[in-house]
T-cell receptor
């Protein structure tokens, strides 16, 4: 039978449109969040991060929004380009004191940009 | 160039053989991590190390072993006890110095195929 998890959630957008990728996180004590971009066959690359004491952070063409009330994170990409096509992961940091911290990754969303 | 290197990019082994994946970083990072990624899924933590000569099990450590004899190196051995070793393996590192983010820097990955 088909394995669960083989089909990522997919967001298909037209080149030039804005993209919004959503992520629900699990731990209300998480203090830091990151968005990563992963192109096929490569390691994840950092896009943007946000601390739990912030609601919004902007980078170049990207904005991350954090809603702690509903434990929701979103990544907005302005004027999406074909080079933005990739899998996007959110990750939450869970600290256990001192230097011990672990990132918990979501399953990812595939962004497909149509020319 | 500073960064994380993983070698080889592709690795093929016969079932029943142990295999060691290399991970080297020249970022002077204290913490290093190994993740496993299966098709269409997020990253799962295998082992991590916060300091030389110390490491902890992650969420899926069974069938794997690591060593951390040098700050720069964190090799992962996939043993014959690992029931489903075929996967994409990612190594990451992070600075644990005060005031830094929890961003992890990833290597390019090693795709292991066991037949």
């Amino acid at each position: 039978g088909e394995s669960v998890g083989l089909h990522l959630p997919t967001l298909s957008v037209q080149e030039g449109d804005n993209s919004i990728i959503n992520c629900a996180y699990s731990n209300s004590a998480s203090d830091y969040f990151i968005w990563y971009k992963q192109e096929s066959g490569k390691g994840p690359q950092f896009i943007i991060d946000i601390r739990s004491n912030m609601d919004k952070r902007q980078g170049q063409r990207v904005t991350v929004l954090l809603n702690k009330t509903v434990k929701h994170l979103s990544l907005q990409i302005a004027a999406t380009q074909p080079g933005d096509s990739a899998v996007y992961f959110c990750a939450e940091n869970i600290g256990y004191g001192g230097a011990t911290n672990k990132l918990i990754f979501g399953t990812g969303t595939l962004l497909a940009v149509q020319p | 160039d500073g960064g994380i290197t993983q070698s080889p990019k592709y690795l093929f082994r016969k079932e029943g053989q142990n295999v060691t994946l290399s991970c080297e970083q020249n970022l002077n990072h204290d913490a290093m991590y190994w993740y496993r990624q299966d098709p269409g899924q997020g990253l799962r933590l295998i082992y991590y190390s916060q300091i030389v000569n110390d490491f902890q099990k992650g969420d899926i450590a069974e069938g794997y072993s690591v060593s951390r004899e040098k700050k720069e190196s964190f090799p992962l051995t996939v043993t014959s006890a690992q029931k489903n070793p075929t996967a994409f393996y990612l190594c990451a590192s992070r600075s644990v110095a005060g005031g830094h983010s929890y961003e992890q820097y990833f290597g390019p990955g090693t795709r292991l195929t066991v037949t």
